[in-house]
T-cell receptor
């Protein structure tokens, strides 16, 4: 099993450009999350999804969009990149049928710089 | 809503003990603990699900005080491999499916 796969690993964008961060998992997990990590700020939840076709906002959703058309994929879209979106982005997934105690599996991250 | 972790940073000598605290202003359903090495993804340590629950993993254990909305992570006889940043992640009692993380505690172990 590959687990949670994120692409690309690194990317430099110019201000105003758009891009999609890809996230795929092969564990048949129904819950998926996008976090961003800035130095000293911890992990901030951007968006999350509890299943195909269902998404919801997290703590810092402005400037981002997501979709979940399949169980496996959960792409994160930046429409008009801004320097404030320079960060490391982590995708995570977990299996949950509302049973307690499901841990998060994290991807290896995407380091994004907006210049 | 972000849980508060304390201390922000700890420096220990190998073999010493450490306690990392995580407190929430909202009622909690569960608390997750993860460790992150520099340049890597967070790695799961343990989940605590109910008040008073304690879990252990070798020399790393944790407790969850549901009434006080707090959890503590205990590292006993620390090893060099324990160095990294520790994060608590909280799921609120209303089961809104969000897992919100604290800012982290940086732990550095000296030989």
């Amino acid at each position: 099993n590959a687990g949670v796969t994120q692409t690309p690993k690194f990317r430099i964008l110019k201000i105003g450009q758009s891009m999609t961060l890809q996230c795929a998992q092969d564990m048949n997990h129904n819950y998926m999350y996008w976090y961003r990590q800035d130095p000293g700020m911890g992990l901030k939840l951007i968006y999350y999804s509890v299943g195909a076709g269902i998404t919801d906002k997290g703590e810092v959703p402005n400037g981002y969009n997501v979709s979940r058309s399949t169980t496996e994929d959960f792409p994160l879209r930046l429409e008009l990149a801004a320097p404030s979106q320079t960060s490391v982005y982590f995708c995570a997934s977990s299996y949950s049928d509302r049973a307690p105690g499901e841990k998060l599996f994290f991807g290896s991250g995407t380091q994004l710089s907006v210049l | 809503q972000q849980p508060v972790q304390s201390p922000q940073a700890v420096i220990l000598r190998e073999g010493e003990d450490a306690v990392i605290n995580c407190s929430s202003s909202k009622a909690l359903y569960s608390v997750h603990w993860y460790r992150q090495k520099h340049g890597e993804a967070p790695v799961f340590l343990m989940i605590l699900l109910k008040g008073g629950e304690q879990k252990g993993h070798e020399k790393i254990s944790a407790s969850f005080n549901e009434k006080k909305q707090q959890s503590s992570l205990y590292l006993t006889a620390s090893q060099l491999s324990y160095s990294g940043t520790y994060f608590c992640g909280t799921e609120f009692a209303n089961r809104d499916d969000k897992i919100i993380f604290g800012k982290g505690t940086r732990l550095h172990i000296l030989p």
